[in-house]
């Protein structure tokens, strides 16, 4: 997702409930895309990657899937849990460097 | 040890100060960055050290001034920092530079008075 101004697009869930978190990106050559989490006051934590082969990935909890023909990224959180609540990037590869997208704040009430 | 390590936490300088933000890693990774991020925005890259050299400066002003001394060790050089740059400052890690998979730091929340 996109961030306006200083407002990050906010998803709000009921705690047990499955998250979807969509993000779009723009570079057609990227073949490799992550996920980050970061909760307030630290850096981000990796959760889970794909590579362009490939339009479904698994983790634990988490699922990611590809959609290369409209250039989208999802990250779909099972049961959700108030350690979940963070703020969640994706990125891409752009040659040798990861683009981040804007963020999406995700807040799980109980 | 799979842990990306950055001190200080949190660091107050004033415009005329010099300071040092460290950064640390045993993962054996030989690519290092430095980001910084603004309130609510996601992570700039300003600076890639891959194999102890300077590979990547996204045109960051010379008051930032990055240094590796070794493989495990990235420093960022800080002088006459403006108001501007108050922001976390990020370090990350990677196997090598093509790997994508980046470990970050818990970052140095700077405040520039």
Same mark, same amino acid.
């Given at each position: 997702?996109?961030?306006?101004?200083?407002?990050?697009?906010?998803?709000?869930?009921?705690?047990?409930?499955?998250?979807?978190?969509?993000?779009?990106?723009?570079?057609?050559?990227?073949?490799?895309?992550?996920?980050?989490?970061?909760?307030?006051?630290?850096? =981000?934590?990796?959760?889970?990657?794909?590579?362009?082969?490939?339009?479904?990935?698994?983790?634990?909890?988490?699922?990611?899937?590809?959609?290369?023909?409209?250039?989208?990224?999802?990250?779909?959180?099972?049961?959700?849990? =108030?350690?979940?609540?963070?703020?969640?990037?994706?990125?891409?590869?752009?040659?040798?460097?990861?683009?981040?997208?804007?963020?999406?704040?995700?807040?799980?009430? =109980? | 040890?799979?842990?990306?390590?950055?001190?200080?936490?949190?660091?107050?300088?004033?415009?005329?100060?010099?300071?040092?933000?460290?950064?640390?890693?045993?993962?054996?990774?030989?690519?290092?960055?430095?980001?910084?991020?603004?309130?609510?925005?996601?992570?700039?890259?300003?600076?890639?050290?891959?194999?102890?050299?300077?590979?990547?400066?996204?045109?960051?002003?010379?008051?930032?001034?990055?240094?590796?001394?070794?493989?495990?060790?990235?420093?960022?050089?800080?002088?006459?920092?403006?108001?501007?740059?108050?922001?976390?400052?990020?370090?990350?890690?990677?196997?090598?530079?093509?790997?994508?998979?980046?470990?970050?730091?818990?970052?140095?929340?700077?405040?520039?008075?």
């Amino acid at each position: 997702g996109e961030s306006v101004g200083l407002h990050l697009p906010t998803l709000s869930v009921q705690e047990g409930d499955n998250s979807i978190i969509n993000c779009a990106y723009s570079n057609s050559a990227s073949d490799y895309f992550i996920w980050y989490k970061q909760e307030s006051g630290k850096g =981000p934590q990796f959760i889970i990657d794909i590579r362009s082969n490939m339009d479904k990935r698994q983790g634990q909890r988490v699922t990611v899937l590809l959609n290369k023909t409209v250039k989208h990224l999802s990250l779909q959180i099972a049961a959700t849990q =108030p350690g979940d609540s963070a703020v969640y990037f994706c990125a891409n590869n752009a040659g040798n460097m990861l683009t981040f997208g804007g963020g999406t704040r995700l807040m799980v009430k =109980p | 040890d799979t842990e990306v390590t950055q001190t200080p936490k949190h660091l107050v300088m004033g415009m005329t100060n010099k300071k040092s933000l460290k950064c640390e890693q045993h993962m054996g990774h030989r690519a290092m960055y430095w980001y910084k991020q603004k309130a609510k925005k996601p992570p700039e890259l300003m600076f890639v050290y891959s194999y102890e050299k300077l590979s990547i400066n996204e045109s960051v002003p010379s008051r930032f001034s990055p240094e590796c001394p070794n493989s495990s060790l990235l420093n960022l050089h800080l002088h006459a920092l403006q108001p501007e740059d108050s922001a976390l400052y990020l370090c990350a890690s990677s196997p090598g530079h093509s790997s994508y998979e980046q470990y970050f730091g818990p970052g140095t929340r700077l405040t520039v008075t």
